[in-house]
């Protein structure tokens, strides 16, 4: 009867051991998914401001303006046009 008592007793102190190692390890799992989803909440703000700064940069206006004022680009005049239309 001694032994049978002895073995529950490990058997209960095994289990619990158990317990407290999964609850231990559900824990560091938890925290590294809370650390991983903050860096991809920065990851997200951060590709919004690397979009909207190449839309800034690629601006139409923006492009436009440093041709003409960095490369001296201009318009060419209408003799300047040659118009290619398609063969049918």
Known sequence: MIRFDALLVALVVASALGVVAAQHQARKLFTELER?????????????????EQSTWAAHAR???????????????SAQVIVVEPQS
């Open 36 to 52: 991983q989803q903050a860096r991809s909440h920065g990851l997200e703000v951060e590709w919004g401001q690397l979009q909207l």
């Open 63 to 77: 492009v436009e303006k440093l041709a003409r004022e960095k490369l001296g680009m201009r318009p060419p005049v």
